[in-house]
């Protein structure tokens, strides 16, 4: 008999963390991780570089790629005094010597695109991102209130969170622009299907959807290296979840028939480079892991909804351990994703209550 497995925990950055797998990937590059303001060559040409983060997530990878006339930075970290210390060392010393061509992003979310301002002002290198991680980006800073709007305080509502808990969410603002430097106001398109060239190589730009909307992954076939971002991740699983400006979404089928769409591309030997852990290979291995992960969680789901119940309860089937309102948010996003996959699918029924809440329930099969 094996044991129970832990509840998967929340990390305060809102990745879940994975419970073991039975299957394996590889660590190529081995147990080392690149020491503050060094990095670590990984591929030819391409460095592996390790930012702190504020939060229990720790750290991001970021990587530089050689273009021979300059260089490729892709990703830059989240905007903090240490971040501009790391930057300032790494362009007087090892990135000294040559001009950097492009800041390479490859979603909005703030310890990505964090220093991709501060960047741009120091080195005059244009921003390439897809659209929609641009207008996000645009948007949540210009958007930035020190509280959720009423609309919010409404969903919250509807979802089943008690007054206190409401209150704890509301307050808990968004800290957007205090984690990013100024958006770019200009950038490049990165465009799923089209290719680019990068370190004298052709990469094609695959798209990750759920996570973010419009999340870039880059992969080099003649290199067999895939930048997975936070697509891709080895240990943890990153956040599907429903956010209050597109309640009925069903971000989770996003992010599943986003993940089979970049199995289908990229060769499974492929070295993937993940914004966190290490780099390692067994990337088909591990888009099945996610996708039995989510599995796993769906049936849960449902069979947290066997009597009517709000997604608030819900949540503490899935998320027991939440810590504070920080990852309660969290926690009810990734959970209301959950349930709208399902009812998308025609497995659980909403109703909305006398009391304003709603209410879930698994469809019973017809016999
Ligand atoms: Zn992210």
């Keep these: 008999m094996s044991a129970p497995e832990k509840p998967p925990a929340m990390t305060a950055e809102g990745e879940t963390l994975m419970p073991p797998s039975n299957t394996t990937i590889a660590y190529p590059c081995g147990d080392d991780l690149p020491a503050p303001g060094q990095w670590i060559e990984v591929a030819s040409g391409v460095f592996w570089l390790r930012f702190p983060l504020p939060f229990a997530l720790d750290h991001i990878n970021l990587y530089v790629i050689d273009d021979g006339d300059g260089w490729t930075l892709v990703d830059t970290g989240v905007s903090s005094a240490e971040s501009v210390a790391l930057w300032q060392g790494l362009l007087r010393n090892q990135l000294a010597s040559k001009p950097i061509n492009r800041l390479l992003v490859t979603h909005w979310h703030p310890d990505h695109i964090g220093m991709a301002g501060w960047l741009a002002d120091q080195t005059a290198a244009p921003l390439w991102i897809t659209r929609t991680e641009w207008l996000m980006a645009r948007m949540t800073r210009a958007e930035e209130t020190s509280a959720f709007a009423a609309p919010a305080i409404a969903y919250f509502q509807r979802l089943g969170l008690s007054d206190q808990k409401r209150h704890d969410l509301t307050r808990l603002g968004d800290h957007y622009g205090s984690l990013t430097t100024p958006i770019p106001t200009e950038f490049i398109r990165l465009k799923a299907g089209t290719d680019i060239t990068l370190g004298g190589s052709r990469w094609q730009v695959l798209i990750g959807r759920g996570h973010a909307p419009e999340h870039a992954c880059l992969y080099s076939p003649e290199r067999n290296l895939i930048i997975g971002g936070d697509i891709l991740l080895p240990r ?80 503490k089937v899935l998320f027991p351990r939440l810590e504070d309102a920080f990852q309660l948010r969290l926690g009810l996003a990734e959970t209301v994703a959950h349930l709208n996959h399902q009812r998308a699918r025609g497995h659980i029924n909403r109703s909305l209550d006398a009391d304003g809440i709603y209410r879930y329930q698994t469809v019973t099969p017809k016999v």
């Design 236 to 315: 943890i699983s990153p956040i599907v979840g429903i956010w209050p400006a597109e309640p009925e979404e069903d971000a989770l089928s996003d992010f599943l028939t986003s993940l089979q769409d970049i199995r289908a591309a990229v060769d499974p030997a492929a070295l993937v480079l993940p914004s966190h852990n290490r780099p390692y290979t067994g990337v088909h291995t591990r888009i099945d892991d996610l996708t039995a992960h989510h599995d796993e969680r769906l049936q849960t789901t449902r069979q947290a909804c066997r009597q009517p119940v709000s997604a608030a309860a819900v949540t």
